[in-house]
């Protein structure tokens, strides 16, 4: 079957780092997307990862390992705005989205 | 019209009742998803359409039907709505199959 894993919940501070994990099982693999969900609204594309590496867009980083079936999103210099639930998506050998269920990040001043 | 629009933004709706929804686009973007998400479920697809004139099902698509009969319009329809079909229900775009996808802002479905 496939599967994506990610947390489903983790609380951080402002002005802090955090890094949000996501790991897969998937029948063939083209690629992984990262989106960010705010309550009551509709997820937002922030990255893209296909091969393995950092992927560096101002405050935020995706990383991804293919040996591995993992990838992590890095937060850096958190702000009260980022609270929101965060989506691992994997692009699959038909080239549908296997969506995670999302992890929700909660940020404390 | 600016990216991908979605109406009714809410609905309440009766068991047993026919309901369209629909999702328009007006990016040219030649793909097209409906997708609902419920708690601690994530993302599921429903139908999608690589592009216009084309169909398929996706991970849940029972009860529900769709069409592509040009490149920015793509409802969907509950033939006989069941409580078990409420949700929010996202509608996206890409514009190549298996690009990155946006969202419209999405419908929320009450069906008592």
């Known amino acids: 079957g496939q599967n994506i894993d990610q947390p489903t919940e983790m609380t951080a501070t402002e002005g802090a780092i955090v890094q949000i994990n996501c790991t897969y099982q998937?029948?063939?693999?083209?690629?992984l997307f990262w989106y960010q969900q705010h309550a009551g609204e509709a997820p937002t594309f922030l990255s893209y990862?296909?091969l393995d590496g950092l992927e560096e867009k101002g405050r935020f980083s995706s990383f991804l390992s293919r040996s591995k079936g993992y990838s992590y999103l890095l937060l850096k210099e958190l702000q009260m705005k980022d609270s929101a639930s965060y989506l691992c998506?994997?692009?699959?050998?038909?080239?549908?989205?296997?969506w995670g269920a999302g992890t929700k990040l909660i940020i404390k001043p | 019209i600016a990216g991908i629009t979605q109406a009714p933004t809410s609905q309440i709706l009766a068991a047993g009742r026919r309901m369209t929804l629909r999702c328009t686009q007006d990016?040219?973007?030649?793909?097209m998803y409906w997708y609902r998400q419920d708690l601690g479920l994530g993302l599921r697809l429903i139908h999608y359409?690589?592009?216009?004139?084309?169909?398929g099902k996706g991970e849940v698509p029972d009860g529900y039907s769709v069409s592509r009969a040009n490149t920015d319009d793509f409802p969907l329809t509950l033939a006989s709505a069941v409580p078990s079909q409420t949700s929010v229900y996202f509608c996206?775009?890409?514009?190549?199959?298996?690009?990155?996808?946006?969202f419209g802002p999405g419908t929320r479905l009450l069906v008592l």
């Open positions: 996206a775009s890409s514009d190549s199959e298996g690009g990155a996808q946006y």
């Open positions: 990016m040219r973007h030649n793909a």
């Open positions: 359409s690589n592009t216009a004139g084309t169909t």
């Open positions: 998937t029948s063939g693999f083209n690629g």
């Open positions: 990862n296909v």
């Open positions: 998506a994997v692009k699959d050998s038909n080239y549908q989205l296997i």
